[in-house]
């Protein structure tokens, strides 16, 4: 009997842990956002509210960005005071992420681990008053959401023109300051991303058929009858030729930026997407060799006499012969890059777009005039310069539907949706990978060879990219 007592004990002690467990766990789960609640002083007659929520992972939080037929927001609503105002809107401090969203089936910016706002306010009463107010949120994880909870804050605030606790005049950064430099800061790190772009681009530029193989011949200009010190001159002040050059480009283009409001209109209006869509195209087109976009051959030929006269001056003209020559190649990747660089909405972009783009384009003509004996190391031209620049049309072609896809979303058209979007991608992907293996070939194209290793592993990252896709 007292055994029976001693093991339904243990058993009650048992049930009482995981009880305990069980509730504690479902209680963390249903309240998966805490809040603190704190004030800054910015000077006697104004402070900041701030909004601290700490986020268990992997649940996420929605911005306050409205949606027509998404979540709730994330919104702050204040009770009547006389004792204060509040200095403008309410500020996200925290860095939202894209997120798209399975159960609304959208893009939706959220909040993880952390979310923090500022809410500046204006103090009028010089004596003890409390701000209150709520907050609600709506919380989700990757499978289910809770439904929309609301928390009350209180602020006390002193009688002395000072948030409570607080001293006047501390060290404390407004938030429009903190706005501000954020904003630089995503800025910056947009900049740093293109620039990246472009000089992929100039390398890719490199890597075509109208470039390439005028690589050896140039280099072999440079050295012919020259000592090892002039043929480096030389060659520097080839590559700072098409740099200049390049550049030059970029300057005219950034001039003609009229500011934010209408990058802002290029960006979301239907007629230059419109546009940008239809050079993207344009571009591909070229590259799949449906036709060539070249310069009139009066001016190739006019440069061309000008780089025969000799000199140092004619240095330049001979990049230019170079840049002109190769345009039917190099042309869409430049003006790719600068269709994307005119809707950003800053005038150094299209610079410092053509300065990377020529600084990787002309690296190579410089270096090899430096180390002549890295040429017979140089793969030799072939079939394979053809397979780069087709590639290079079937890339061109996929992120032409970029701009399609911002008429559609910006007017709510329901053609271009994220499954559409995904589907064409798929297609076209998945004929890049099929060509690289040799099973799709294109009429004007030579003959394909057997496919070698580094074709291979190509076709084979992009098929996987493909199927990545298909979910």
Excluded at 155 to 165: M, S
Excluded at 270 to 282: D, G, K, Q, S, T
Aim: aromatic content about 12%.
């Amino acid at each position: 009997m007292l055994l029976g007592k001693n093991i339904s004990r243990k058993i009650f002690s048992v049930f009482l842990v995981v009880w305990t467990f069980t509730g504690t766990l479902a209680a963390q789960i249903q309240d998966p956002v805490s809040w603190n609640f704190s004030i800054e002083s910015v000077s006697d007659s104004t402070a900041i509210l701030v909004f601290r929520a700490e986020i268990k992972e992997p649940w996420h939080m929605y911005s306050t960005e409205k949606t027509e037929a998404g979540p709730i927001p994330t919104r702050f609503s204040f009770q009547p005071d006389s004792g204060y105002t509040l200095d403008g809107n309410l500020t996200e401090i925290s860095q939202t992420t894209e997120y798209f969203d399975k159960g609304f089936r959208m893009n939706l910016h959220v909040f993880n681990k952390e979310a923090i706002f500022h809410q500046k306010i204006n103090i009028l009463k010089t004596s003890p008053f409390t701000i209150e107010g709520d907050v609600e949120y709506m919380s989700c994880d990757n499978e289910n959401c809770l439904p929309p909870t609301q928390k009350s804050f209180s602020f006390a605030i002193n009688g002395n023109l000072n948030p409570a606790g607080e001293s006047a005049g501390s060290d404390t950064i407004p938030a429009e300051t903190i706005q501000e430099v954020q904003a630089d800061l995503q800025k910056d790190r947009s900049l740093a991303g293109f620039f990246l772009i472009a000089l992929l681009a100039g390398l890719a530029g490199v890597f075509t058929p109208c470039v390439f193989p005028m690589i050896p011949m140039t280099v072999s200009f440079f050295l012919n009858g020259e000592n090892k010190s002039g043929a480096i001159l030389k060659a520097l002040l080839f590559g700072l030729s098409i740099v200049l050059i390049y550049t030059l480009i970029g300057i005219l283009v950034g001039l003609t930026n009229l500011g934010a409001d209408f990058a802002n209109q290029l960006s979301t209006h239907w007629l230059p997407n419109a546009l940008f869509f239809l050079l993207f195209v344009i571009f591909a087109l070229s590259f799949l060799g449906l036709f060539e976009i070249t310069l009139p051959s009066g001016l190739v030929n006019k440069v061309d006499r000008q780089a025969d006269k000799g000199g140092f001056f004619a240095i330049f003209f001979m990049a230019l012969t170079l840049v002109v020559v190769s345009f039917s190649c190099t042309g869409p990747i430049v003006g790719a890059l600068l269709v994307e660089a005119a809707a950003g909405g800053m005038a150094i972009k299209p610079i410092l777009g053509m300065f990377g783009f020529s600084l990787a384009f002309a690296l190579p003509f410089s270096l090899l005039a430096i180390f002549p004996s890295r040429l017979k190391k140089l793969p030799k031209s072939g079939s394979w310069l053809n397979a780069v620049k087709i590639v290079m049309g079937f890339l061109l072609l996929a992120f032409s539907l970029k701009y399609l896809s911002t008429i559609d979303q910006v007017y709510h058209l329901g053609w271009i949706t994220r499954d559409v979007f995904i589907a064409i991608w798929i297609v076209i992907f998945g004929t890049t990978g099929l060509y690289l293996l040799g099973k799709i070939r294109l009429s004007h194209g030579e003959e394909m060879k057997p496919v070698g290793t580094w074709r291979l592993m190509l076709a084979l990252g992009v098929l996987s990219f493909t199927v990545y896709l298909i979910p």
